[in-house]
């Protein structure tokens, strides 16, 4: 079982005071806040070790690519991959994604091809597909999302996979409704119809065992920010044999095996599409967070995220005026529970619960076919929880609601 008040601890943002109040953090979909452990650990390469990798024949420098290389190996067993030569890091899973759409995409993708995504698509995992459409001549579907359930809707994606796209690229789980998807079934069924997949893990991986072998998504896109590590690392997971086929995006030092005036051969994976100087200090602190993951177990996060989403809706029952948007079912649910409340624009939602220390995000979340065709709502409020969240965060943030609707007037 996860002690909660023992993890809080090692979060030393959770003690800091902002105009006399502790802050209450409940926005870890946005990012998430780091532990002592990753924070000491970026300290000590600046401290002891800080030099290139790959390039220094001495001691620091062979230090740092130990370092940066066993955070791979780390990358790659989280998530059940095979050597880390499958592990490519890009600035984030957004930066993953676009290398996929632009390199993959551009070998693999012609005029009239079909590409499927979801209605419930951060724009990450829409703009670069929209690009990639534009430029090729192809065809963009979206797989529609069921207004009552807020899940995919089963007629559509098979509509969808009609097409026989080449590739059909979704989130395993909502960043504003917290549906989970089933990887699994919905990888199976776009082979089936002849598609790739791509695997959006930004709001997965960081909350539940994800098992890219089991699943066999094709691509996975993580980022490191949202799972305790340092912002400006992500993951672009695949297999050997298809980055082998895929031309790196970026081109320059270290991706490079030799150099020629006129020609240039390609380094071996996973280096051959990280080009230049790489982010050495996110890779050792992400490293860091994995261990932490690690340390605490994905299970018992996933069991205590559940346990407080549960308890968040429960405490919310019968409150009139205010409306929840995402599944019933805990069970396909990630701890993410956006909501709206009449009268109030989520703007001033975010601002009156930041008048009780707690933060929340409001908008469109960077899902705004989502937000938009689906919900109907120019934005929402949103509160999202973490490994370090309390029963005693969620009764502020209920307090905080009965005060927005006792400001605006509701029920
Ligand atoms: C579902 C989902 N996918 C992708 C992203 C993009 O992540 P990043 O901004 O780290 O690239 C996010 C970020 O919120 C997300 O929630």
Redesign the pocket.
């Known amino acids: 079982m996860l002690e909660v008040n023992k993890v809080r601890k090692d979060f030393p943002i959770l003690d800091v005071m902002y105009d006399g109040k502790r802050i209450t953090y409940l926005d870890s ?2 990012t998430s806040q780091k532990p002592v452990q990753v924070i000491d650990r970026v300290s000590e390469y600046y401290r002891n070790y800080n030099s290139n990798i790959h390039r220094g024949i001495y001691k620091i420098s062979e230090k740092a690519t130990e370092e940066y290389i066993s955070s791979k190996e780390k990358a790659a067993k989280l998530i059940n991959s095979g050597s880390y030569s499958e592990i490519v890091y890009t600035k ?3 930066d993953a994604i676009n290398l996929v759409a632009a390199s993959w995409g551009n070998k693999n993708i012609g005029k009239g091809d079909h590409i499927l995504i979801t209605e419930m698509e ?1 724009h ?2 829409i703009v670069p597909w929209q690009m990639l459409a534009e430029r090729k001549g192809a065809v963009l579907d979206y797989v529609s999302v069921d207004k009552s359930t807020y899940t995919l809707d089963e007629q559509s994606l098979e509509m969808g996979l009609e097409n026989n796209p080449k590739i059909f690229a979704f ?1 395993h789980t909502s ?1 504003v409704l917290g549906t989970i998807n089933d990887a699994k079934r919905l990888t199976k069924m776009a082979h089936k119809a002849g598609a790739a997949v791509l695997l ?1 893990g ?2 997965s991986v960081p909350h539940m065992k994800v098992d890219v072998n089991e699943i066999g998504a094709d691509f996975i896109a993580f ?1 490191s ?2 799972m305790l590590g340092p912002a400006g690392i ?1 993951v672009l997971r695949a297999g050997r044999d298809v980055l082998e086929k895929m031309d790196p995006l970026i081109t320059g030092g270290d991706m490079i095996l030799s150099v020629e005036k006129h020609k240039s051969t390609w380094n071996s994976l996973p280096w051959k599409f990280e080009a230049g100087t790489p982010n050495v200090e996110g890779g050792i602190g992400f490293g860091a967070a994995i261990d932490y993951l690690n340390m605490i177990g994905l299970d018992d996060i996933r069991r205590h995220e559940i346990e407080l989403t549960k308890y968040a809706i429960e405490s919310l029952e019968g409150e009139k005026g205010l409306h929840i948007y995402g599944p019933d079912r805990l069970d396909i649910k990630g701890g993410i529970v956006s909501f709206s409340i009449d009268r109030a624009h989520p703007h001033d939602i975010a601002t009156i619960f930041d008048s009780f220390g707690i933060a929340i995000r409001a908008g469109h979340h ?1 899902a705004m076919p989502l937000v938009k065709s689906v919900l109907e709502l120019p934005a929402v409020a949103r509160m999202s929880f973490y490994l370090y969240n309390d029963e005693e965060e969620v009764d502020q943030a209920v307090q905080a609601i009965k005060k927005v609707k006792e400001i605006f007037h509701v029920g």
Do not use: P, R
Request: charged content about 10%.
């Open positions: 979909a946005a984030n899973a957004t951060h990450s995992n989130t960043n959006d930004a709001q980022s920010h949202k992500g960077c």
